[in-house]
């Protein structure tokens, strides 16, 4: 059974850092891209970052661009999103999710997601 774990979630006051890791399993991680995307309450899901399974291009929302970055380690078969200089926008269930051939900002074209990790940024 495919699954994907987020962790490393928190509270954390504005300026501070995290750093979430996605761990994958029963699905070929090699052949996926992961993203990450949030979910604030009474908001639909928002793409944040994603990268690729063929040469680990990564892509960005304007929203967090300068401030988050994203790697994987395959030989782990993790996703990790650092996150710094948390704003309290940023506050959210964030979620990884794979996609073998959708558009890294498409929810619907991703097929396998984790459970999510919440993240709150307040002071």
């Known amino acids: 059974e495919a699954q994907l774990a987020e962790s490393g979630g928190g509270s954390v006051q504005p300026g501070g850092s995290l750093r979430l890791s996605c761990v994958a399993s029963?699905?070929?991680?090699?052949?996926?891209?992961i993203a990450w995307f949030r979910q604030a309450p009474g908001r639909g899901p928002e793409a944040v970052s994603s990268i690729s399974s063929v040469d680990g291009s990564t892509s960005y929302a304007a929203s967090v661009k300068g401030r988050f970055t994203i790697s994987r380690d395959n030989a782990r078969r993790t996703v990790y999103l650092q996150m710094n200089s948390l704003k309290p926008e940023d506050t959210a269930v964030y979620h990884c999710?794979?996609?073998?051939?959708?558009?890294?900002?498409?929810?619907?074209?991703?097929?396998?997601w984790g459970p999510g990790t919440q993240v709150t940024v307040s002071s």
């Open positions: 999710a794979a996609t073998s051939w959708g558009l890294w900002n498409r929810p619907t074209e991703h097929k396998y």
């Open positions: 029963g699905f070929n991680f090699e052949d996926f891209a």
